[in-house]
């Protein structure tokens, strides 16, 4: 049973424009929200996370955008860069429990 | 931040041999680690979660005899992979929990282990 659906599979954006990544859950205790980047061959980095109490959270280029009632959340990538082309996880988790993985989205931003 | 140092990154074996596979946090304490397998082009998997002094907790499908993990201390755990068969090769992933985190922020990940069972 997944516990965290992520859309789409993979993504092509050109170079300066907005890459946007879905995740949606089902879980209602889950409370920690992340975003993971991943290079071929190294382990996931954290890129940004939330809790179900903000709506939205912005770091540099990277935004979360949450929504409770409709169990979504979503990463959105401004002014995407080739350095950007990676695998990202949406993740989520509740109390000490382990991080639940979505199934990722291969990301190639084109010049 | 907190750091997780893990390895060997590579490994190379002969299918029927042991493999051990080490994770360290280097500047904090970490009471619970997980490990996870990740095929190509797929999501981690969550194999086991370990909580220092006490045995690992197996997700189901994953042979306890065949993964056997040890947590004996608050900054390393070992993961080692028995009778390696190809079948094993894979990516494994450990991430490490900081005890004296006051956020959920506090899941690091170690930077893999490529095995390769020949």
């Known amino acids: 049973q997944q516990q965290v659906k992520q859309s789409p599979q993979s993504l092509i954006v050109q170079k300066g424009g907005i890459s946007i990544i879905n995740c949606a859950y089902e879980n209602t205790a889950f409370d920690y929200f992340p975003w993971y980047q991943q290079f071929p061959g190294k382990g996931p980095a954290l890129l940004i996370a939330i809790r179900p109490d903000v709506s939205e959270k912005k770091e540099g280029r990277f935004t979360i955008s949450f929504n409770k009632s409709a169990k979504q959340f979503s990463l959105h990538i401004m002014d995407s860069q080739p350095g950007d082309s990676a695998t990202y996880f949406c993740a989520a988790s509740w109390g000490n429990t382990p991080l639940v993985f979505g199934k990722g989205t291969r990301l190639s931003v084109i010049a | 931040g907190a750091v997780v140092s893990q390895h060997p990154s590579r490994v190379i074996c002969k299918s029927g041999t042991s493999v051990k596979i080490e994770c360290r946090s280097l500047?904090?304490?970490?009471?619970?680690m997980f490990w996870y397998r990740q095929f190509p082009k797929q999501s981690l998997m969550l194999m086991a979660t370990s909580n220092e002094g006490s045995k690992a907790t197996y997700e189901q499908g994953v042979e306890k005899d065949k993964f056997l993990i040890n947590h004996a201390s608050l900054t390393l755990s070992t993961l080692t992979v028995t009778s390696a068969h190809p079948e094993d090769s894979s990516f494994y992933i450990c991430s490490a929990r900081d005890r004296d985190s006051i956020s959920h922020y506090g899941y690091t990940f170690g930077s893999g282990t490529r095995l390769t069972v020949v």
């Open positions: 500047d904090f304490q970490a009471t619970t």
